[in-house]
């Protein structure tokens, strides 16, 4: 009987270890952030910035202000830069005339009125993107 009561309590600590981490890994804090096409109304300024390669002027600056309008226009202070979508989480901004691609932000973190965005250019490259941080104005 002692053999059994022992080999049971050991089943039931591993049952209950596997719980523990079955729950705990599915957690909602393992999503990726990602933008709606209503958290990003409004106008937002550049605070800081800085990238992750050398890349080049892509005429982002700090103070410059990014306002988002309900019916996908956009300005940025970036030429042609006038139109946007959201898609898969990400904005994707455009050229109104051409559609051209221009930017692609993707959200790194988001508290309260201030967000931490990685800038890419046309395309999602690794390492090839500038790290802005937002506040809501």
Request: net charge neutral; aromatic share 12%.
């Amino acid at each position: 009987p002692l053999f059994r009561s022992k080999n049971f309590s050991l089943c039931a600590l591993v049952a209950l270890l596997a719980l523990v981490f079955v729950t705990t890994s599915c957690s909602k804090d393992d999503e990726t952030p990602s933008f709606d096409s209503e958290s990003i109304l409004g106008t937002w300024e550049i605070q800081s910035m800085n990238y992750a390669t050398a890349l080049g002027d892509w005429g982002i600056e700090v103070h410059q202000k990014l306002t988002f309008k309900g019916n996908s226009r956009c300005t940025t202070g970036i030429a042609g830069e006038t139109s946007y979508k959201v898609e898969d989480g990400l904005i994707k901004t455009y050229n109104e005339y051409s559609e051209t691609p221009m930017f692609i932000y993707q959200l790194v973190h988001r508290e309260g009125n201030k967000m931490h965005v990685r800038v890419y250019k046309k395309v999602v490259e690794e390492g090839k993107y500038y790290n802005i941080h937002l506040e809501k104005k």
